[in-house]
């Protein structure tokens, strides 16, 4: 089997499993508005003490609710981006979000037939700049309700508020709630999101 003939039973597995009817979806906003991280000396994620003069990929590989991205990330080759010179923001799900897809998604996104489709769902989550949560609440009042970010996928993210809870939306209605925000790294910024977010990968 070529990988190509791979992508499609995959994209399907993983849309499947992100209808918010499967339970993807991210936790309700009530108990995924943790107090949002200003800039100080020692930023946390996870209880985890954060270095700010290191990268997102170093810093992510610190926090101990991160661990199934960090290896998805490293899989991807995205530890590589995300310690460059940046800025860039990541949202990053939590291991709990990782959990609400379908059993084996996991172990089937790093089969190295499936790279292709790996990267792409971990490039999602990335955008150009130092996004704040400042600004993603400006851009939201701006747009009258909703924002849309420019993703390093290509797919667009949608951003609204429900509540005062920040939330994103991926092209296939998935919902995640910014859990943790505004994590300063020496690159840009980490949110911590509650919820698997997944591009077009057909």
Same mark, same amino acid.
């Given at each position: 089997?070529?990988?190509r003939?791979?992508i +499609?039973?995959l &994209?399907?597995?993983?849309?499947?499993?992100?209808?918010?009817?499967?339970g993807?979806?991210?936790a309700?906003p009530e108990?995924a508005?943790?107090?949002?991280h200003?800039?100080?000396?020692?930023? &946390?994620i996870?209880?985890a003490?954060?270095? +700010?003069? *290191?990268?997102?990929?170093?810093n992510?590989a610190?926090a101990?609710?991160?661990?199934? @991205?960090v290896?998805l990330?490293?899989?991807?080759?995205?530890?590589?981006?995300?310690?460059?010179?940046?800025?860039?923001?990541? @949202?990053?799900? #939590?291991?709990?979000? @990782?959990t609400?897809?379908?059993p084996g998604?996991?172990?089937?996104?790093?089969? +190295?037939?499936?790279?292709?489709?790996?990267?792409?769902l971990?490039?999602?989550?990335v955008?150009?700049?130092r996004?704040? #949560?400042?600004d993603?609440?400006a851009r939201?009042?701006?747009?009258?309700g909703?924002?849309?970010?420019?993703t390093?996928e290509?797919? +667009?993210?949608?951003?609204m508020?429900?509540? *005062?809870?920040?939330?994103?939306? *991926?092209?296939n209605g998935?919902?995640s709630?910014i859990q943790?925000g *505004?994590v300063?790294?020496?690159n840009?910024l980490?949110?911590?999101?509650?919820?698997?977010l997944?591009?077009?990968?057909?």
């Amino acid at each position: 089997m070529r990988p190509r003939d791979l992508i +499609p039973p995959l &994209t399907a597995a993983l849309v499947l499993a992100g209808c918010v009817s499967a339970g993807n979806e991210g936790a309700a906003p009530e108990a995924a508005s943790a107090p949002v991280h200003r800039d100080r000396a020692a930023p &946390t994620i996870g209880g985890a003490v954060l270095d +700010p003069a *290191d990268t997102i990929a170093g810093n992510a590989a610190r926090a101990p609710n991160l661990t199934t @991205f960090v290896k998805l990330m490293r899989a991807a080759g995205l530890d590589v981006a995300l310690a460059g010179a940046g800025p860039e923001t990541l @949202f990053a799900p #939590t291991n709990d979000a @990782f959990t609400r897809l379908a059993p084996g998604t996991v172990d089937t996104l790093l089969r +190295p037939e499936n790279k292709a489709s790996l990267v792409k769902l971990l490039d999602y989550v990335v955008v150009e700049g130092r996004v704040t #949560t400042a600004d993603l609440r400006a851009r939201v009042a701006a747009g009258g309700g909703t924002a849309t970010l420019a993703t390093a996928e290509g797919d +667009p993210l949608t951003v609204m508020l429900t509540g *005062d809870v920040l939330t994103l939306t *991926d092209v296939n209605g998935n919902r995640s709630y910014i859990q943790t925000g *505004d994590v300063p790294q020496a690159n840009g910024l980490i949110h911590v999101v509650n919820g698997v977010l997944i591009p077009n990968l057909g």
